[in-house]
T-cell receptor, first 113, second 111 residues
Framework: KAGVTQTPRYLIKTRGQQVTLSCSPI?????VSWYQQTPGQGLQFLFE???????NKGNFPGRFSGRQFSNSRSEMNVSTLELGDSALYLC????????????FGPGTRLTVL | QQPVQSPQAVILREGEDAVINCSSS?????VHWYRQKHGEAPVFLMI?????EQKGHEKISASFNEKKQQSSLYLTASQLSYSGTYFC????????????FGKGTKLSVKP
C-alpha cells in the first residue's frame, strides 16, 4: 500500500500571499488530520476531516482552512501568510477515527519571507 | 492544554533502558505515542485508551494511569535505531479527535 503523500514538499512564499497544500491519504483511509510543526511550538493540531466534513478543529485563526474531497484527498489553505506561518505542515490519515493508527506523510516545508 | 513530557532529553548507551513520561492536567480519553527521526515524519508507536485497551507494536510497552492522567513509555534494551524525538499526544474526554502533542523527549542512543 502506498503511504500518505503530500505535495508540494517545499514551498517559499512571501507575506500576504496564500498557499494551498495537498494530502493524499492511504487508500481506504477516510480520516485526514493536519498538523503544524515548528521548533518553538512543536506539533499542533489544525483540523481533522472525515467524509468531506470537518470533524474537529484546533486553535488556529480562520486564515487556516481545509477541505476534503469525495476520494478522501484533502487540501489545506492558508491565506494572508505571515512570517510565523513558516513551518512543516504534516497530514496524517487513519481509517475511521482518531484512535485508529495515524500514518503521517512526509510534510510540506513552508517558508514565508 | 499541552501535556508535559519528561525528561526533555536523555542519552543512553546501547542496551540501557529508559522511561518517558507524559502527564496532563485534564481527564484523558487516550494517549498516543510517536517517534520522529530528524527530517522524517512521526511514526506511530502505540495508543492507550481509557479502560485499558492498547494498540501498538509488540516490542514497545507503555502504561496509562487514568487516575493520575499520566502515561509512561518503556524502552528496554535500547538500540541505536531507538534514537529520535518521542512525542505523546493526548485526547481529552469529550474532545476526541483533537490530538494535543507534548513538546517531545529527545532520545539519543550511543554505541
Amino acid at each position: 500500500k502506498a503511504g500518505v503523500t503530500q505535495t508540494p514538499r517545499y514551498l517559499i512564499k512571501t507575506r500576504g500571499q496564500q498557499v494551498t497544500l495537498s494530502c493524499s491519504p492511504i487508500s481506504g483511509h477516510r480520516s485526514v488530520s493536519w498538523y503544524q510543526q515548528t521548533p518553538g511550538q512543536g506539533l499542533q493540531f489544525l483540523f481533522e476531516y472525515f467524509s468531506e466534513t470537518q470533524r474537529n478543529k484546533g486553535n488556529f485563526p480562520g486564515r487556516f482552512s481545509g477541505r476534503q474531497f469525495s476520494n478522501s484527498r484533502s487540501e489545506m489553505n492558508v491565506s494572508t501568510l505571515e512570517l510565523g506561518d513558516s513551518a512543516l505542515y504534516l497530514c496524517a490519515s487513519s481509517q475511521v477515527s482518531s484512535t485508529d493508527t495515524q500514518y503521517f506523510g512526509p510534510g510540506t516545508r513552508l517558508t514565508v519571507l | 492544554q499541552q501535556p508535559v513530557q519528561s525528561p526533555q532529553a536523555v542519552i543512553l548507551r546501547e542496551g540501557e533502558d529508559a522511561v518517558i513520561n507524559c502527564s496532563s492536567s485534564k481527564a484523558l480519553y487516550s494517549v498516543h505515542w510517536y517517534r520522529q527521526k530528524h527530517g522524517e515524519a512521526p511514526v506511530f508507536l502505540m495508543i492507550l485508551l481509557k479502560g485499558g485497551e492498547q494498540k501498538g507494536h509488540e516490542k514497545i510497552s507503555a502504561s496509562f494511569n487514568e487516575k493520575k492522567q499520566q502515561s509512561s513509555l518503556y524502552l528496554t534494551a535500547s538500540q541505536l535505531s531507538y534514537s529520535g524525538t518521542y512525542f505523546c499526544g493526548t485526547e481529552r474526554e469529550g474532545s476526541q479527535g483533537n490530538l494535543i502533542f507534548g513538546k517531545g523527549t529527545k532520545l539519543s542512543v550511543k554505541p
